[in-house]
Nanobody, 126 residues
């Protein structure tokens, strides 16, 4: 079964940094958008950052702008999320997602993403 695999999560103190990585365990069709989403306990899953093929288009949730950076390494077929100045409210399970097609979509629409990872936990203590 093809899936995305996230890594890099962990526990840090507020103000710390983590870098999440996401790669495919098998073949995934080229995707116009890939993104990172997160879900905190008792809350709905929300978009964090998205990036298009080539990295020309990036977008961030207002809550992470200026602190998180999404990037990709096409040679390694890997997407990264660099998270700096972490806050306790960033605590959540972080999921990587791939669109699975090269058509334009509304990048924050989770229903448009066909492939999802199992998630990696990020815990930020105050």
């Amino acid at each position: 079964q093809v899936q995305l695999v996230e890594s890099g999560g962990g526990s840090v103190q507020a103000g710390g940094s983590l870098r999440l990585s996401c790669s495919a365990s098998g073949y995934i069709p080229r995707s116009y958008f890939m993104g990172w989403f997160r879900q905190a306990p008792g809350k709905e899953r929300e978009g964090v950052a998205v990036i298009n093929t080539g990295g020309i288009i990036t977008a961030y949730a207002d809550s992470v702008k200026g602190r998180f950076t999404i990037s990709q390494d096409n040679a390694k077929n890997t997407v990264y999320l660099q998270m700096n100045s972490l806050k306790p409210e960033d605590t959540a399970m972080y999921y990587c997602a791939a669109q699975g097609t090269m058509t334009w979509i509304q990048p924050w629409s989770q229903a448009q993403y066909k492939y999802w990872g199992q998630g990696t936990q990020v815990t930020v203590s105050s």
